[in-house]
């Protein structure tokens, strides 16, 4: 077991619980489903795992090595800062900033081997200037525009912008790619589909990286060659597909790498008719024994979760009872009778026979798990199992 040092909160009862395993055989899984989705004798894509928001709220720094040992080329980050992060921690591979750069922020990028997003001519005069002054080239991918709506040269401009970049002799040109906005839509994955090869089908592609599939549409045919695949919430088990829609897409399988676990640290009996927690949105019907553990709102569990979810404690379902607090919520302990303080409650992840995920929270939030396993960062440590 791995306990990595973090700045703040490191002794206490409450951690956050990262299975390096089952990282290792997430990437392991995904790399065979996308072997057999491929044609006969067709080369195998570069493969960028998304470690952005400290990989999704799993550590980046303790992820990378596990991703690069298992064939991990290059890392995804949403900002140079992040880059700068990997970098000070001996992280080599190649790493693009799949967000949009500030031009100021240029040079930090070119003297950190740090790939980043172009996609209009405010930055190609600023890795102009730069180069002028320093003779550093920018490494750069261009990011296109096909019906996402975010950022990105549009569409109908961006085989002009490409040609141009890669005439000039300041910018050294890695890469293109776009984002899709819905692989489960149709009718919104043609569009995009067709705007992005139309683009492709019209440029010079020798020496760069095409890449549009994220951790759904690696599961796709995207009707061109790409030469690279970015993996994100599905390395870390979970899915990325919408529940209820079925888009006839096969998921390889996957096991959860992140669990949420709190030790109890008082245990006390609420008579019948009493209440629990701010407001008292829980009154006991019965003569009621009540769990503490110092999770809160503040860690990242919403509030709203409040007398909804369930944890695991010596194997048997606990109920939450009363308003989550900052930094504390309770439990109906009432059944498991042998519950003592300093016994483990865990929210998210295997007890015995039971698993509970972060998806059925993201269900009653009616929100998506990635929101979720990136707010559980705040304070909470984590410890790094195999």
């Known amino acids: 077991m791995i306990n990595r040092s973090l700045p703040v909160n490191k002794l206490r009862d409450a951690w956050v619980e990262i299975n390096l395993g089952n990282l290792e055989y997430n990437i392991n899984s995904i790399k065979e489903k996308i072997k057999e989705n491929l044609p006969k004798n067709a080369e195998m894509p570069k493969l960028l795992a998304t470690i952005k928001a400290d990989g999704y709220g799993h550590g980046s720094l303790m992820c990378a090595p596990i991703l690069t040992a298992c064939g991990v080329e290059t890392f995804g980050v949403a900002s140079v800062d992040e880059g700068l992060e990997l970098r000070s921690n001996k992280i080599t591979a190649p790493i693009l900033v799949l967000g949009a750069v500030p031009i100021w922020a240029f040079e930090s990028a070119a003297k950190n081997d740090i790939t980043v997003s172009i996609f209009n001519e405010e930055h190609l005069e600023a890795a102009k200037i730069l180069y002028d002054r320093t003779k550093m080239k920018l490494k750069a991918h261009i990011k296109i525009d096909t019906g996402m709506n975010r950022i990105g040269i549009p569409h109908n401009i961006a085989a002009d912008f490409i040609k141009k970049v890669q005439n000039t002799d300041y910018i050294d040109l890695r ?45 796709i045919d995207p009707g061109l060659k790409c030469d690279m695949i970015r993996l994100g919430i599905i390395l870390y088990g979970l899915s990325p ?57 503040a860690d990242g569990v919403s509030r709203n979760l409040s007398n909804k979810i369930k944890a695991g404690l010596n194997g048997k379902k606990i ?23 300093g016994d ?17 929270w993201a269900k009653i939030l009616n929100t998506i798990n990635y929101e979720l396993t990136c707010r559980l960062k705040v304070r909470l440590p984590r410890i790094y199992v195999r």
Not at 191 to 210: A, G, M
Not at 244 to 261: A, D, F, T, W, Y
Not at 344 to 360: A, V
Request: aromatic fraction near 8%; include cysteine.
């Open 175 to 219: 890469g293109v790619f776009t984002h899709f906005a819905d692989v489960e839509s149709d009718k919104v994955l043609a569009f995009q589909k067709e705007n992005f090869k139309k683009v492709i089908d019209s440029i010079d592609r020798k020496n760069l990286i095409i890449h549009c599939q994220n951790s759904l549409g690696a599961f």
């Open 241 to 297: 597909l919408t529940e209820g829609v079925e888009c006839g897409i096969s998921l390889p399988k996957l096991k959860p790498v992140m669990g949420l676990k709190g030790r109890i640290t008082n245990i006390h009996t609420m008579e019948k008719g009493e209440g629990v927690s701010y407001g008292w949105a829980y009154v006991a019907d019965n003569k009621t024994r009540v769990a503490t553990i110092p999770i809160g709102y």
């Open 319 to 341: 109920k939450q009872i009363g308003r989550i607090t900052m930094d504390q919520m309770m439990f109906d302990i009432t059944d498991v009778e042998e519950a003592k303080v």
């Open 344 to 360: 483990i409650i865990t929210l998210l992840g295997e007890d015995e026979d039971n698993y509970y995920s972060i998806d059925t």
